[in-house]
């Protein structure tokens, strides 16, 4: 059990029937009145954010987030399939609840599986991706005077604004959590 007072910035605790990591809390001592703790909490398995106040000697359950490494096998149409790399155990999760992580992990790639008391809500891709270019117009020096990009798609179907200098068949570097385009490989 922890209190309010003990929050703390992505500790994750259940209340009210479902599971919240913090977000942002500021400890609040009024000039009247008893001191309180106002906190943003994200839903884990919804991503709702909500705002609220709480007394500082409230006491919460600490929620235990489990983070398994699985393997993507493959997109069946409907879902996407995972295999547990140490007991061969597989998994599908539904296609709309993990689509936008999803979307530069190739197969055969490892991931992270968010599991809360067995129920797994989430995937983390890896944090960087090497992924190549399949396609993407071809870039014109001279038309531009900095900074200048363009669409491409890469292996996986996703779209990423890239340099002009970037053609079809270079490996670019991505970051998974902005979609950003890095470098080239």
Not at 17 to 23: F, K, L, Q
Not at 161 to 180: A, H
Request: hydrophobic share 35%.
């Amino acid at each position: 059990m922890i209190t309010a007072g003990d929050f703390r910035n992505g500790r994750t605790i259940e209340w009210e029937g479902e599971i919240y990591r913090v977000i942002e809390f500021q400890h609040v001592k009024p000039g009247k009145g008893a001191a309180f703790v106002r906190t943003k909490l994200k839903n884990i398995k919804t991503g709702a954010v909500i705002e609220n106040s709480f007394r500082p000697t409230e006491k919460f359950e600490e929620a235990t987030i489990d983070r398994l490494d699985m393997q993507y096998l493959y997109d069946d149409g409907d879902a996407y399939n995972f295999m547990n790399t140490e007991t061969f155990d597989q998994v599908a999760l539904q296609k709309s609840n993990v689509e936008e992580e999803m979307r530069f992990v190739k197969e055969n790639e490892m991931v992270k599986m968010l599991s809360y008391k067995g129920d797994i809500f989430a995937v983390e891709p890896p944090l960087f991706v090497d992924l190549e270019v399949t396609q993407t117009e071809p870039g014109f020096k001279g038309n531009t005077s900095t900074g200048a990009t363009k669409p491409c798609i890469v292996e996986t179907g996703a779209q990423v604004m890239v340099p002009l200098f970037v053609e079809i068949g270079d490996k670019i570097q991505i970051d998974t959590r902005t979609g950003e385009y890095l470098k080239r490989v």
